[in-house]
């Protein structure tokens, strides 16, 4: 602060997501065998297997690239605390996933 006192924030009912792309087609059970399967085969600690709050599928433009308005299809990813997050975030990067609002501090 300005008077050079630390201050603590607590905000509650808030789940850090991002998204990753996922081919038009999918529907929600094929993201629910899509996330069972990194469970099962990933080196994801177990501790934040049963992390995710919930997902869901969205339409969206991405950001960065011209698609002359074209809307892609995004999983979008809610996590019940930070830790899962950030583990979630690097497992599905070396698979090959690719994310969005994934850097967050």
């Not at 509650?12 to 065998?33: A, G, L, N, R, V």
């Not at 979008?76 to 930070?82: A, D, L, S, T, V």
Request: with cysteine; aromatic share 20%.
């Amino acid at each position: 602060t300005i008077y050079g006192k630390s201050i603590c924030v607590n905000v509650q009912d808030f789940y850090p997501y991002f998204y990753i792309s996922i081919p038009d087609k999918y529907t929600i059970s094929d993201c629910e065998k899509l996330l069972n399967n990194i469970k099962d085969n990933s080196k994801l600690y177990y501790a934040y297997k049963e992390k995710i709050h919930k997902y869901e599928i969205i339409k969206g433009k991405p950001f960065y690239e011209f698609t002359y308005n074209q809307q892609f299809s995004y999983l979008k990813i809610f996590f019940k605390n930070k830790e899962s997050f950030d583990c979630w975030a690097r497992i599905l990067n070396k698979e090959g996933h690719k994310l969005y609002e994934s850097n967050i501090d």
